[in-house]
């Protein structure tokens, strides 16, 4: 049974674990392939709210096996912890399978992350501060620590005294900071977090592969989204990892021919968090109504996001990058009391027009959007249960991105609740 990934099509945040969780009651397993502690998926279930960080959104079906792949950065501190708050409201963690491939995000990362940022200046990131890019930066170096390495006390001293060498030396030399001890992380990561995480540390790529020789169905879940992507989001203003649907096969030991089904998932709006470029950016009242009605607060670090109006040439690319083959259009009834509504058709720049993405990121972030605007259904949509049901003009909204994109749009979100979409 081939499996299928859900991914984000603007800057994250677009509500993946609502459709995931959604998507999830007719999967054996879900699936986190990259990213760390910086995304934040929430949930409402049965008047409940679950933010999650690591553990992947299927957790709340009792039928599930949640996997944390080889591409993923643990924190092993916050997993344990969430893993805890989960058991708090009778959620069972046990199935829960972490690949010893994904490496470890160490204590120095975070001060790393926090230091790199306040040193960009005004030029900084704003990332979560959360260590994901010094994690995966000491992964490419070599000079990371595997959740495996939680398994062999030996080996994971003498892997840390390797990385320290390096890292205490950035410390004190470039950042004029005190070099951190060994044992003390030792005594952290070996003696607390090794013995509550060891039964779930697994082979998961093999784990994956039985599954999908036996006709499971593998939910792969992306975290954050395509134009956060390290190679083809809005460089630097991204994360450290693959967020695209290729990301989805190197993070979890998975090949292309075992995917057939693709969700994009996209907010019926656009919101980003941290800096970069951002073409449909809202400065004026209707961005603020944006963030108000729509709650766009970061789930994890309480930011206020940005807001803009729909940007059909990110979707364009992203449908492209991903090759989706369906669209989950999210928060609809955030845009329900708006008379006019507008989308970004294309970008202008110096009289040439661009509905693809342009290459050069110069134009992006030079660019004038070119909009589209549209009658606003003004009613409210949150009861909404069929697609016989929308108003007319929230059908024209969704049909238009359909024939824009290429794709068909099959769910719509119309409330933050689990029951509240619309199915087409
Ligand atoms: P990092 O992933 O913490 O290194 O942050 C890099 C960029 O990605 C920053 O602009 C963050 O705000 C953004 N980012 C990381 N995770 C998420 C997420 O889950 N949703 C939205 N933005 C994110």
Not at 14 to 42: C, P, S
Not at 176 to 181: E, H, V
Not at 287 to 310: A, I, Q
């Amino acid at each position: 049974m081939p499996a299928t990934v859900v991914v984000g099509t603007q800057w994250g945040d677009e509500g993946k674990g609502k459709f995931t969780d959604l998507m999830a009651a007719d999967m054996d397993y879900v699936v986190r392939y990259q990213g760390g502690h910086n995304a934040g998926h929430t949930l409402v279930v049965d008047g409940k709210q679950f933010a999650l960080q690591l553990v992947p959104s299927g957790v709340l079906y009792p039928h599930i096996t949640p996997v944390i792949g080889n591409g993923v950065v643990v924190d092993p501190h916050v997993l344990i912890a969430e893993m805890e708050m989960l058991a708090e409201q009778g959620v069972d963690c046990s199935k829960l399978a972490i690949s010893g491939n994904a490496h470890l995000i160490m204590p120095y990362h975070i001060e790393l992350d926090a230091l790199h940022e306040r040193h960009l200046g005004s030029g900084k990131l704003g990332t979560t501060k959360r260590g994901i890019g010094p994690a995966y930066a000491d992964r490419s170096m070599r000079l990371g620590l595997r959740v495996q390495d939680l398994l062999d006390p030996k080996i994971f001293s003498e892997k840390l005294d390797v990385a320290l060498n390096h890292t205490n030396k950035v410390l004190a030399k470039v950042f004029n900071r005190l070099p951190l001890a060994g044992e003390d992380i030792v005594a952290e990561y070996i003696e607390v977090c090794a013995p509550r995480l060891a039964p779930h540390i697994a082979d998961t790529a093999g784990l994956l592969h039985e599954a999908l020789e036996s006709d499971k169905q593998v939910l792969l879940e992306g975290a954050q989204a395509t134009f956060l992507d390290l190679d083809h989001g809005t460089y630097p203003f991204v994360t450290s990892s693959n967020p695209t649907a290729g990301g989805a096969c190197t993070g979890t030991g998975i090949g292309p021919r075992q995917i057939d089904r693709v969700m994009g998932i996209a907010k019926a709006y656009v919101t980003r968090v941290g800096s970069g470029p951002f073409v449909t950016e809202l400065f004026d009242d209707v961005g603020d109504h944006l963030v108000d009605v729509g709650g766009e607060f970061g789930t994890n670090t309480g930011r206020r996001r940005r807001t803009g109006w729909l940007d059909l040439v990110m979707l364009r690319h992203a449908v492209r990058l991903n090759s989706l083959t369906e669209i989950g259009l999210t928060k609809l009834d955030v845009l329900d009391s708006l008379a006019e509504l507008k989308v970004c058709a294309a970008y202008e720049l110096d009289g040439k027009r661009f509905e693809h993405m342009p290459y050069h990121q110069t134009v992006m972030h030079n660019a004038k959007p070119v909009y589209k605007e549209l009658e606003g259904w003004q009613c409210d949509l949150s009861g909404v249960r069929e697609a016989k049901d929308l108003p007319k003009q929230a059908a024209a909204y969704i049909e238009m991105i359909e024939a824009e994109v290429g794709v068909p749009v099959k769910l719509v979100g119309v409330g933050p609740s689990r029951e509240q979409y619309v199915k087409r």
